[in-house]
């Protein structure tokens, strides 16, 4: 409908834009409605999101005009970049540049930039606690998104910077699922001691984010955080074996080993975890489960996400 606000979302085919294209579809009272944008129109996952009501438009995300014509006439926009596209930071950093760019050109008055910690402001480059990586990041992918803020607001684009927390859906598409080990009983293997990591189930991103847009301009120049539990490594074990009747054993892997586990970005997470693990009072506490619940009331807690998605974890 010509009177309703659009919002246009980067990655819409991804977890968390395609979270937030339905989000808005599902409510139909909503003042909004979702421009759907994606690399490729003809995508199953494209095709299903115009099937829903959503305008589907193709964008180069690597590409300023083709973000600007994407953005232009829409009241607000949904940016996400796609580092495990490429594992290159660099590339994200110029697509939040074009992004930021397209946005103040266009005059949106609201763009939630999903964002996390720039890690190098708590471990800098010459602290050896762990590793740096590609010569100048400690956690690349968290450290590109977090550098990028200040290009949102360098050029003066109404903007909530949200910060995510671990998909849970790693356990279905990420191999991070419990694995048989030789004695045939599933091993959780993640870096993170006895401390807790905060997760959320990825379409929860999405609503989360609808919520921030229904309230206006109350969160314009905030960082938020979100999450849908903050759970030990045994607690996750534990949730497994409930729900998938199996034994299921936590293993505190030390990172060193983890990042030496060969796989592409094992570094990367190696160190991503250690810093939630080293600064986790910080951590858990930005990203607050009572805030998450105010802006999404239908949030998850992992028990019932993973009850719904029991039958979709791949047992190895």
């Known amino acids: 409908m010509p009177d309703k606000k659009v919002i246009a979302v980067l990655g819409a085919t991804g977890a ?3 979270g937030l294209v339905r989000a808005i579809l599902n409510d139909k009272t909503s003042e909004f409605t979702p421009r759907a944008l994606t690399r490729n129109v003809n995508s199953d996952k494209a095709k299903a999101l115009a099937d829903l009501g959503a305008e589907v438009r193709e964008v180069d995300i ?3 005009e083709s973000i600007k014509s994407a953005f232009d006439g829409a009241y607000g ?5 796609f580092f495990w596209d490429h594992y290159s930071p660099e590339k994200e950093l110029t697509e939040a540049v074009l992004i930021a760019r397209a946005a103040k050109e266009t005059g949106l008055k609201h763009v939630i930039w999903s964002t996390l910690e720039n890690t190098r402001n708590w471990v800098p480059l010459d602290d050896n606690r762990m590793p740096t990586l590609q010569g100048k990041y400690k956690v690349p992918h968290f450290d590109a998104k977090g550098e990028a803020n200040n290009l949102f607001t360098e050029q003066g684009v109404p903007t909530t910077f949200l910060l995510t927390s671990f998909y849970w859906d790693n356990f279905i598409f990420f191999g991070m699922a419990p694995k048989k ?4 009983k599933l091993m959780l293997t993640i870096p993170m001691g006895d401390k807790k990591l905060p997760g ?3 379409e929860d991103i999405g609503k989360s984010a609808y919520g921030i847009f229904k309230r206006g301009n109350e969160f314009i120049g ?8 903050h759970l030990t490594g045994t607690e996750m074990a534990d949730s497994f074996a409930k729900i998938l009747n199996h034994d299921v054993s936590y293993y505190a892997v030390p990172f060193d ?3 030496s586990f060969g796989f592409p970005g094992a570094d990367d997470l190696g160190n991503m975890f250690q810093f939630k693990h080293d600064f986790n009072d910080y951590f858990c506490g930005v990203r607050n489960l009572d805030f998450t619940k105010s802006i999404n009331p239908s949030l998850k807690n992992f028990d019932a996400w993973l009850k719904e998605n029991k ?3 791949p047992l190895e």
């Open 200 to 202: 959320i189930a990825a």
């Open 257 to 259: 080993t983890y990042r």
């Open 311 to 313: 039958d979709r974890i």
């Open 222 to 229: 905030k960082t938020v955080g979100i999450a849908g539990g």
């Open 16 to 18: 968390q834009g395609g």
């Open 77 to 81: 926009a949904y940016a996400v970049t």
């Open 181 to 184: 080990g030789p004695d045939g």
């Open 62 to 64: 690597d590409n300023y």
